[in-house]
T-cell receptor
Framework: AQKITQTQPGMFVQEKEAVTLDCTYD???????LFWYKQPSSGEMIFLIY????DQQNATEGRYSLNFQKARKSANLVISASQLGDSAMYFC?????????????WGAGTKLIIKP | AAGVIQSPRHLIKEKRETATLKCYPI?????VYWYQQGPGQDPQFLIS???????DKGSIPDRFSAQQFSDYHSELNMSSLELGDSALYFC?????????????FGQGTRLTVV
């Protein structure tokens, strides 16, 4: 079974609008971490935001926020006031504490294109 | 701040040749991960090292080997290259046992096998 599911292969969004990228996860581990990474066309993998399973509040980092709904097992990324430079692939990933190697488990990614 | 350094950034090899990719983790990070990302795909875990010892193995072909050295840098050795090995290869490093930490990625090495 897929552990990380990103249901949106691609999205077009108008510049300055907010955008929500979906991510659902599946784990029986009570302690885990959820991550979002941005991968522009240049290829580098850029860390955006992190949410721990025991964090009470949703994580925020500048224009990025994570809408964490634990009961629904969702960790959607919200980008406010989108910019042309936000066009990239976005990956949701998870780490489980039961995995002693703390490997990242990746979703398939969402290609976001910001329209001027 | 120091980041994960990978070299080379780009590499072109012919089929059946060998390639060596290098990764220099962030200082005091003792865990290194290697990932392979094919075109349009999510990263696939290859192998990881902790304190210079292999800690986990993923979908790494037998033609590939890797090691971590005393200075914690790591090398991924790829032999008998095939066209399908063309991909972006990432190295990531983490402080050990810190779940509440992202893995810091290098900029990747783009390998093209022709």
């Amino acid at each position: 079974a897929q552990k990380i599911t990103q249901t949106q292969p691609g999205m077009f969004v108008q510049e300055k609008e907010a955008v929500t990228l979906d991510c659902t996860y599946d784990t029986s581990d009570p302690s885990y971490g959820l991550f979002w990474y941005k991968q522009p066309s240049s290829g580098e993998m850029i860390f955006l935001i992190y949410q721990g399973s025991y964090d009470q509040q949703n994580a925020t980092e500048g224009r990025y926020s994570l809408n964490f709904q634990k009961a629904r097992k969702s960790a959607n990324l919200v980008i406010s006031a989108s910019q042309l430079g936000d066009s990239a692939m976005y990956f949701c990933a998870m780490r489980e504490s039961m995995d002693s190697n703390y490997q990242l488990i990746w979703g398939a990614g969402t290609k976001l294109i910001i329209k001027p | 701040a120091a980041g994960v350094i990978q070299s080379p950034r780009h590499l072109i090899k012919e089929k059946r040749e060998t390639a060596t990719l290098k990764c220099y983790p962030i200082p005091r990070h003792d865990t290194v991960y290697w990932y392979q990302q094919g075109p349009g795909q999510d990263p696939q875990f290859l192998i990881s090292f902790y304190e210079k010892m292999q800690s986990d193995k993923g979908s790494i072909p037998d033609r590939f080997s890797a090691q971590q050295f005393s200075d914690y840098h790591s090398e991924l050795n790829m032999s008998s290259l095939e066209l399908g090995d063309s991909a972006l290869y990432f190295c990531a490093s983490s402080p050990t046992g810190v779940l509440l930490s992202e893995a810091f990625f290098g900029q990747g090495t783009r390998l093209t096998v022709v």
